[in-house]
């Protein structure tokens, strides 16, 4: 015979922070066979191996400071770039420290949660994580998550190529998910980024996102790929995420990588601008500034 | 050699306030990460733009919004 004891009937909810303490050991332990991105590499990031990222087990961030250039309902900003990146997209406007998880400054949680709490103390509504791409640094994120307080604004910034594993790790840590849908289809998103099953790995991130908490989603257009890419994007978000906030954003900037692509090389045309947000209009679909 | 420079440019933007404007051939100016400071500059540049205004604006009232 077996006795069993009984589960509580009211159980005390867990803390935000300390729940971040506890996820953020679980993410460094996955950094032993990294799948924290779509690109499963699988490889021991804690004795030195690394992926197609080439990040190792420490962070790097290259900017931390209060921005406005953000969703106007999310600014004033505090916004942490950390350094590197799973994907390659050619036109990342800060491409340099974006694909090298080398540059920056050494990542220390506690100083951050310091200059995040004194920017919030200094009027900064939200704190946003994002990179690179903070997915392949989810140790990192959760440590500064634990150190922040409850009542903070967080948004978790990301191309939305993250794994189940990952997904799992940041359930209920972040308030907003602002999410990148920037291909509509996978031959752009080959090309351009180096990212393969690209449009079903973003669409089931973004659907868990939508069905876990505030979700936008935002979609920068690229000169010449208002069909290819910004069409079957507007039409997937109008079908299967009626409502959902969207940015789509039209200060394309020919950086980084960008000139080896012939249709890269300037920003979008007025008529590019005006079709994409009539189709948006058209769609119905709830374009945010 | 060309790591070293870019993690020195890179180390640099982690401990100051960046922000980068690109402007093109037609006056029209892009930006990003716009901190506060440069919102202001902008609005000054072209008062009649009502989206980086409302950004201006926003870092104005923010001390207000909070806390909760």
Redesign the interface.
Known sequence: MTCVEPKPLFRTRQSRASLAGERAIRARAMLADCRLCEHNCGVNRLTGETGLCHAGADS??????????DE?EL??VF?VAL?GCDLRCDFC??G??SW?P????GFVAWEMAERANAA?Q????TIMVLGGEPTIHLPSALELVSLLPE?ARLIWKTNAHGTAQARELLEGMFDVWLADFKFGNNACAQRLAKASDYVRIVQENLLWADAHGELIVRHLLMPGHAECCWRPVAEWLAEHMPGVKVNLRA?F?PAWHARRHAELQL?TSPVENDFAFGLARELGLNLI? | MKHRTTNKIAKSSATKVVSEILILADGKILAHNITPEMARVLTDLNPKDEAMSRRGQRENNFKHELPN
Do not use: C, H, K, Y
């Open positions: 790097r961030f290259f900017s931390a400071q209060v921005e406005v250039s106007l600014i004033p916004a350094s406007i800060t340099a420290s090298n080398r540059a920056g400054a919030l200094d009027g900064a509504r009542s200060g900037w920003p500034p």
